[in-house]
């Protein structure tokens, strides 16, 4: 049976995710998302002086040279939001066990916040790349809308083999092709050729962005199950490997690690913050930390 044809429908997705994410939500954080969305504004407000936890990137450079001493531009705040999600949908994304993959994470992740985003009347949107083609999602806003999100990331097809991902080409596209000031959500397990750090920062000049690193477990640890077959989702490359090697586990582990704190210094020299959501965690968890993350960031 094809995977289309197997999947559960957009409304049932939507229905399992209100009763079993969503309700937990709004209970856990009363309704309020600000720490989450963090709203900004399009309009100027007023100027003050910069406090120890303002946002560099609303420093005035203009007036703190005429000042000699830093201010900050204040906007009032929108009432309308509009978010993007910039979703990875290359084969790497499919690793995972049969119920836990990154791509089942994506999936439910993307619901939830369209769903809690498009409650207040904000506009989502959605670029989906495969590692080849790219589909874009127009923003909009309504269930309707969740719905259409939903279908469409579980239609993409999912690719046996393609080239070595490129996020720096389609995190470029991206900057070129949101011009309003936007809520972004870049999805993604950030396995990838090198270059894409720069259009990173650049996004996050323009934007609020927030990065969603998607990781399995067993892409940190390997379990001792004897010899088997490792093989390249991107590339399709076989390397039979010897688990029992404790050695072997041993610097496996310890290069996931180092891949791991590069990518962290990535995005802390973007100034992004950044959730690790693994495909075994839960995922009303990992929002709740994730707002907590947010919260003491902006104090």
Same mark, same amino acid.
């Given at each position: ?8 429908? @957009?409304? $049932? ?12 939500? &709004? %209970?856990? +954080? *009363?309704? !309020?998302?600000?720490?989450?969305? /963090? ?12 406090? @120890?936890?303002? &946002?560099?990137? /609303?420093?005035?450079?203009?007036? =703190?040279?005429?000042? !000699? =001493?830093?201010?900050?531009? *204040? ?15 290359? #084969? ?20 939830? +916040? ?21 589909? =874009?999602? @127009? ?17 993409? #097809?999912?690719? #046996?083999?393609a080239p070595f991902t490129n996020l *720096? ?25 090198? %270059?894409?750090?720069? @259009?990173?920062?650049?996004?996050? *000049? ?6 969603? $690193? +998607? ?16 093989? &390249?989702?991107?590339? %399709? ?44 965690? !839960? ?12 919260r003491q960031h902006r104090r």
């Open positions: 049976m094809s995977t289309l044809t197997s999947a559960p429908t @957009p409304e $049932r997705v939507l229905l399992r995710l209100d009763w079993q994410v969503i309700r937990r939500l &709004d %209970g856990l +954080l *009363q309704g !309020d998302y600000r720490t989450l969305f /963090y709203g900004f504004g399009v309009d100027f407000a007023d100027l003050r002086e910069y406090q @120890p936890e303002d &946002d560099i990137r /609303y420093i005035d450079w203009n007036v =703190t040279a005429r000042m !000699d =001493t830093p201010y900050v531009r *204040q906007y009032s705040e929108d009432r309308e939001l509009t978010a993007w999600f910039l979703l990875d949908l290359s #084969p790497s994304v499919d690793f995972g066990s049969l119920e836990h993959q990154k791509r089942n994470m994506l999936v439910d992740f993307v619901a939830v +916040l369209a769903r809690l985003l498009t409650r207040h009347g904000n506009r989502v949107g959605a670029m989906m790349f495969n590692g080849s083609t790219r589909h =874009t999602v @127009p923003a909009r806003s309504g269930k309707i809308q969740v719905l259409r999100l939903i279908n469409d990331m579980v239609r993409q #097809p999912r690719l #046996p083999r *720096q080409v389609f995190l470029q596209s991206a900057l070129n092709s949101i011009k309003r000031r936007s809520l972004v959500f870049i999805i993604s397990d950030f396995i990838s050729e090198p %270059g894409w750090e720069r @259009p990173l920062s650049l996004l996050n *000049q323009r934007h609020e962005v927030l990065a969603i $690193r +998607l990781w399995d477990p067993r892409e940190v640890e390997l379990p001792d199950v004897g010899v088997l077959v490792m093989e &390249d989702a991107e590339t %399709g490359e076989q390397l039979f490997v010897d688990t029992h090697d404790r050695k072997f586990r041993q610097r496996f582990h310890e290069a996931a690690l180092r891949r791991e704190a590069v990518l962290n210094e990535s995005f802390k020299r973007a100034g992004v913050d950044v959730l690790a959501l693994s495909t075994e965690e !839960d995922l009303v968890r990992a929002i709740v930390r994730f707002a907590q993350q947010r």
